[in-house]
């Protein structure tokens, strides 16, 4: 166990539809990130917070957003899903706002049909 | 745009092989490289480079970076089925911010 949870570990959804998918970071760790992994594109960062603050913005569609709360928990809302979008979303964190010591969850697989 | 290059794409061994893993790369503001396993599921952390010519290890894995021709390389001796998995090279550009990932090397040891 990284100690970084992210639930579900599946998903099977309509295309059209919205998910949630959550990450609780490992503890003491304020920096959370996100990340796709298709099997074309490989591991594509999406998105960062910093203490609840958004960090850092990669490829991430605008039918996505996230958010991390004052508990440090962080939320990726994917909207009106395409086939295209089916993929494994994985979460990292760190203790600061550096690469080092970047955990990463044990992802969420999306499947959209 | 940052790159990173991972080589060859994929590596079929027999046990007690030696493999060499290629990772090079493009960005801005290098900070460091880091190296991760994948097996099933979630990347594992390896090793992180930060300084040219130092060589990281941990047990049969041994890692070194060149910063000034932007390369690094994963070696990884005595090979095990164990050793199965996908490899993944990333860069971190810019302080504090992502990973760039390369397309990793998959790496298939045969018993």
């Known amino acids: 166990d990284s100690g970084v949870t992210q639930t579900p570990k599946h998903l099977i959804t309509a295309t059209g539809q919205r998910v949630t998918l959550r990450c609780s970071p490992r503890s003491g760790d304020l920096s959370v990130y996100w990340y796709q992994q298709s099997l074309d594109q490989g591991l594509q960062f999406l998105i960062q917070y910093y203490n609840g603050e958004e960090r850092a913005k990669g490829n991430i569609l605008e039918r996505f957003s996230a958010q991390q709360f004052p508990d440090l928990h962080s939320e990726l809302n994917l909207s009106s899903l395409e086939l295209g979008d089916s993929a494994l979303y994985f979460c990292?964190?760190?203790?600061?706002?550096?690469?080092?010591?970047?955990?990463f969850g044990s992802g969420t697989r999306l499947t959209v049909v | 745009e940052d790159k990173v290059v991972q080589s060859p794409l994929s590596l079929v061994v027999h046990e007690g092989d030696t493999v060499t893993l290629n990772c090079s790369y493009e960005?801005?503001?290098?900070?460091?490289l880091l190296w991760y396993k994948q097996e099933k599921k979630a990347p594992t952390f390896l090793f992180m480079l930060?300084?040219?010519?130092i060589e990281k290890k941990s047990g049969r894995l041994s890692s070194i970076l060149d910063k000034k021709e932007l390369f690094s390389i994963l070696n990884i001796t005595a090979t095990q089925t164990g050793d199965s998995a996908v490899y993944l090279c990333a860069v971190e550009a810019e302080y504090g911010n992502k990973l760039v990932f390369g397309a990793g090397t998959i790496l298939r040891v045969k018993s």
């Open positions: 930060t300084s040219s010519g």
């Open positions: 960005v801005t503001n290098f900070r460091s």
């Open positions: 990292a964190s760190s203790t600061g706002l550096g690469g080092y010591g970047y955990t």
